[in-house]
């Protein structure tokens, strides 16, 4: 069987936004006050700007690690364990009720396409006290597929 060759694709900004678009495993790292780094798993989307949305509440490490220091990296995988997958760094805040009501629905339908009850999914989400993580993409790698290095192809 021929062996899978590791590859980093170089794109720009349109690019990388329809790349992000679909994908939603996203691991979120943040910076503690100690300086180490937090990471956590989310879901992630891409709002109408093409900024990174996420989910939270506000009293979550996320978020507090982002109000002291907004300066975050994501690893944006494929549901594939060895598809494609990139890291980008950005400038995150976070947005809450009663600003990130709007954002919370562009976020669900960024993953999920329509609500069949968007009162009911407003309402949820002020019930539960929901915050947005929104992050404004700064830079980026390439777009990485796993594999062997170039010179042990077949």
Request: charged share 30%; glycine share 8%; hydrophobic share 35%.
């Amino acid at each position: 069987m021929p062996r899978s060759i590791a590859r980093n694709t170089r794109v720009d900004r349109d690019a990388l936004v329809e790349f992000l678009r679909p994908r939603h495993r996203v691991v979120l790292t943040t910076t503690r006050s100690d300086g180490r780094p937090q990471s956590s798993p989310v879901a992630g989307g891409v709002d109408a700007e093409g900024r990174l949305v996420i989910s939270t509440y506000p009293e979550r490490a996320k978020a507090r690690n982002i109000r002291r220091d907004p300066r975050v990296s994501v690893c944006v995988l494929s549901d594939d364990w060895d598809g494609p997958w990139v890291q980008v760094d950005g400038t995150a805040e976070v947005l809450d009720l009663p600003e990130a009501l709007e954002p919370l629905v562009e976020y669900f339908r960024s993953i999920s396409g329509e609500h069949p009850n968007w009162d009911e999914y407003r309402q949820a989400m002020a019930t539960q006290g929901k915050s947005l993580i929104r992050v404004t993409i700064d830079r980026w790698g390439p777009i990485a597929t796993g594999g062997f290095p170039a010179r042990l192809a077949d």
